[in-house]
């Protein structure tokens, strides 16, 4: 298994050398933007990349740290309890080659130009019985423009190391060869190959023998290798799964470890020529017979994926403090209709979508699963140097990705990671009336770091007997903000009615608290709405007349300004005589 940059077929011999390489970790100088932010804030990106004839950004691409969707692809190419599976891209398209455990032989996909198409699958046989039965680790590469597929499985006797010669063309029917047994194999069951130096360096597992074994082909994968038994490092017990991690010039080897549930970690400095020194990270209750593991650098983390036999599960590896720390695990779940997963692929992007293959032995069937878009953001892509501002309309982790000069030989991706916090919420309540002289708390709910009124206090709490509007500003513990207001009333106790018949009483509509707004505005309106009257709140009440003649006994509507931002009333009074 390798992680493979996904680039135009065109340019396929650029690729192959690449795409021989392991994990690699490194940092250059890209482009700058906030670590975090809040939601709904304007991002603006500062882009130093070096100057490319394109640029694609996608602000929502693919993310690890979420669950992804899975399908199931029912039983092709005569699969017979699958072992493991790769994927490669070639000029072709896209390919998978699959173990079958149970009657030694290989089932190759064709997905055309789509990681997402339904494969055409072909069943390529067992090569004369060169394939052994219990087949398990596969890997193929192209070598100076030939292909190869590597293969090793076998139990006592049978194990060994097959090689597959396609020619220049995986379509080919290939050659087989029967390597034997080197390196004192022991039912070897995962196999990772590539380019390290000057020589091809394979690298499998021993589950009988509890050790780990090293091929070395010198500069070409056609000649015989030599092996090499490395013993029980890294305290492995009934290791399978394999898969190797260069950062800093740095190589590191992850092993899973099926019996004690576990995984464990070689280091080999800066040459795999060199004898390792491991350690086990210890039994972990989300291990449960982990078999196959994979890695893959997702922006500027790294992350593992390892199938779990038993439980039909994947436990995603987290290396939040570098890849030197011991991970989190978390389990993803049975996605994809997992059965006794035995095999998972390599990560490969196509266009903005992560994807990865896995083979189920205990159903014959694969297990495709994908990492996909969001729609979280303002704008999704966008092809200028710079790009437009843009902001996230909910919290969470998102991936933020730029291709340069994609579909030329010169391609590079560059990807960043950013946080979007979610805004406090406040728990203002609703605007209120209350009456004159009344005391009213108000309080957005606690937990916030700061608080501001705009009073000017900065108490999670304020006491107001005024009326008024009363603003808040909240912030919470990441730095997001924001606003709640409530406007306060005060209980005016405007009459419903009034008697203007000259008997000393109730022959004004006029109230005392409108005494406390002198700059009030009252308007009156007859049903039909002529403005009658305009007066002031130190004018007197109005009497029931229009121009000095009383109107008649009727209902009249009223606007009232109280001149001091709070909402204007509305209602009506009526006129009895």
Same mark, same amino acid.
């Given at each position: 298994?390798?992680?493979?940059?996904?680039?135009?077929s065109q340019?396929?011999?650029?690729l192959?050398y690449?795409?021989?390489?392991?994990?690699?970790?490194f940092?250059?100088?890209?482009?700058?933007l906030?670590?975090?932010?809040?939601?709904?804030?304007?991002?603006?990106i500062i882009?130093?990349?070096?100057?490319?004839?394109s640029?694609?950004?996608?602000?929502?691409?693919?993310?690890?740290?979420y669950?992804p969707?899975?399908?199931?692809?029912?039983?092709?190419?005569?699969?017979?309890h699958?072992a493991f599976?790769?994927?490669?891209?070639?000029s072709?398209?896209y390919?998978?080659?699959?173990?079958?455990?149970?009657n030694g032989?290989?089932?190759?996909?064709?997905?055309?130009q789509s990681?997402l198409?339904?494969?055409?699958?072909?069943?390529?046989?067992?090569?004369?019985?060169?394939?052994?039965?219990n087949?398990?680790g596969?890997?193929?590469i192209?070598?100076?423009?030939?292909w190869?597929?590597l293969?090793?499985?076998?139990?006592?006797d049978?194990?060994r190391?097959v090689?597959l010669s396609?020619?220049g063309?995986?379509q080919?029917?290939p050659?087989?060869?029967?390597?034997?047994n080197?390196?004192?194999?022991?039912?070897p069951i995962?196999?990772f190959?590539?380019?390290?130096g000057?020589?091809?360096?394979?690298?499998?597992?021993n589950?009988?023998?509890n050790s780990?074994?090293?091929f070395?082909f010198?500069?070409s994968?056609?000649?015989?290798p030599?092996?090499?038994?490395?013993?029980?490092?890294?305290?492995?017990n009934?290791?399978?799964?394999i898969y190797?991690?260069?950062?800093n010039?740095q190589w590191?080897v992850?092993v899973s470890?099926m019996?004690s549930h576990?995984?464990?970690?070689?280091?080999?400095?800066?040459?795999?020529?060199?004898l390792?020194?491991?350690?086990?990270?210890?039994y972990?209750?989300?291990?449960?017979?982990?078999?196959?593991?994979?890695?893959?650098q997702?922006?500027?983390r790294?992350?593992?994926?390892?199938?779990?036999?038993?439980?039909?599960n994947i436990?995603r590896?987290?290396?939040?403090?570098g890849?030197?720390?011991?991970?989190d695990?978390?389990?993803v779940?049975?996605i994809g209709?997992?059965?006794?997963?035995?095999?998972?692929s390599?990560?490969?992007?196509?266009?903005d979508?992560?994807?990865?293959?896995v083979?189920?032995?205990?159903n014959?069937t694969?297990? #495709?699963l994908?990492f996909?878009?969001?729609?979280?953001?303002?704008?999704?892509?966008?092809?200028?140097r710079?790009?437009?501002?843009?902001?996230?309309?909910?919290?969470?982790?998102?991936?933020?990705?730029?291709?340069?000069?994609e579909?030329?030989?010169?391609?590079?991706?560059?990807?960043?990671?950013?946080?979007i916090?979610?805004i406090?919420?406040?728990?203002?309540?609703?605007?209120?009336?209350?009456?004159?002289?009344?005391?009213?708390?108000?309080?957005?709910?606690?937990?916030?770091?700061?608080?501001?009124?705009s009073?000017?206090?900065?108490?999670?709490?304020?006491?107001v007997?005024?009326?008024g509007?009363?603003q808040?500003t909240?912030?919470n513990?990441?730095?997001?903000?924001?606003v709640?207001?409530?406007?306060v009333?005060?209980?005016?106790?405007?009459?419903?009615f009034?008697t203007?018949?000259d008997?000393?009483?109730n022959?004004?509509?006029?109230?005392?608290?409108?005494?406390?707004?002198?700059?009030a505005?009252?308007q009156?309106?007859?049903?039909?709405?002529?403005l009658?009257?305009?007066y002031?709140?130190s004018?007197?009440g109005?009497d029931?007349?229009y #121009?000095?003649?009383?109107?008649?006994?009727?209902?009249?509507w009223?606007?009232?300004d109280?001149?001091?931002?709070?909402?204007? #009333?509305?209602?009506h009074?009526t006129?009895? #005589?």
């Open positions: 298994m390798t992680t493979r940059l996904v680039f135009q340019f396929l011999f650029f192959l690449l795409s021989a390489l392991p994990l690699t970790s940092s250059q100088e890209t482009f700058i906030p670590d975090s932010t809040c939601v709904n804030d304007t991002i603006q882009n130093n990349s070096r100057t490319a004839n640029y694609y950004w996608n602000f929502c691409s693919g993310n690890l740290l669950t969707s899975g399908e199931n692809i029912n039983n092709q190419g005569n699969l017979d699958p599976i790769t994927v490669v891209e070639s072709e398209g390919f998978s080659f699959i173990t079958n455990q149970e032989t290989i089932t190759r996909n064709f997905f055309g990681l198409n339904t494969p055409v699958s072909v069943n390529l046989g067992n090569f004369s019985n060169t394939i052994p039965v087949v398990k596969i890997q193929v192209n070598d100076s423009g030939n190869y597929a293969i090793v499985g076998g139990i006592g049978a194990s190391l090689r396609f020619g063309s995986l080919n029917l050659t087989s060869e029967n390597l034997g080197v390196g004192d194999l022991a039912y995962d196999l190959v590539f380019f390290d000057d020589s091809w360096i394979g690298i499998t597992t589950f009988a023998g780990i074994t090293m070395d010198g500069y994968l056609a000649n015989t030599l092996g090499s038994n490395l013993g029980n490092v890294g305290n492995i009934q290791p399978t799964g190797p991690v260069k950062e010039d590191i992850f470890n019996n576990s995984i464990s970690r070689l280091s080999f400095g800066t040459s795999l020529k060199n390792p020194s491991g350690e086990n990270f210890g972990s209750e989300l291990l449960d017979s982990p078999y196959d593991i994979t890695f893959v997702n922006c500027d790294i992350f593992g994926f390892v199938l779990n036999q038993n439980n039909n436990v590896m987290d290396f939040v403090n890849i030197t720390s011991r991970p695990y978390t389990s779940g049975n209709e997992l059965s006794q997963p035995q095999g998972i390599e990560v490969l992007r196509q266009n979508t992560l994807l990865m293959f083979a189920n032995n205990g014959n694969l297990s #495709r994908y996909t878009n969001c729609e979280e953001s303002s704008i999704l892509n966008s092809t200028a710079t790009p437009p501002p843009f902001s996230y309309s909910e919290p969470g982790n998102y991936n933020i990705s730029l291709i340069l000069d579909g030329d030989p010169t391609q590079e991706e560059i990807c960043k990671n950013i946080e916090y979610g406090p919420e406040s728990v203002l309540r609703d605007d209120t009336v209350i009456t004159s002289g009344q005391i009213m708390t108000l309080d957005p709910g606690e937990g916030y770091a700061d608080y501001i009124w009073t000017g206090e900065t108490s999670q709490t304020i006491e007997d005024l009326p509007i009363y808040v909240i912030t513990a990441q730095g997001c903000t924001a709640d207001a409530i406007e009333l005060i209980e005016l106790g405007i009459p419903n009034f203007p018949n008997d000393g009483y022959d004004r509509w006029e109230w005392s608290k409108l005494a406390l707004y002198p700059n505005v009252i009156i309106f007859n049903r039909y709405g002529k009658l009257i305009t002031n709140g004018d007197p109005w029931g007349t #121009r000095g003649q009383p109107v008649p006994t009727d209902s009249y009223y606007i009232i109280l001149g001091d931002g709070s909402k204007v #009333r509305t209602g009074v006129i009895i #005589r």
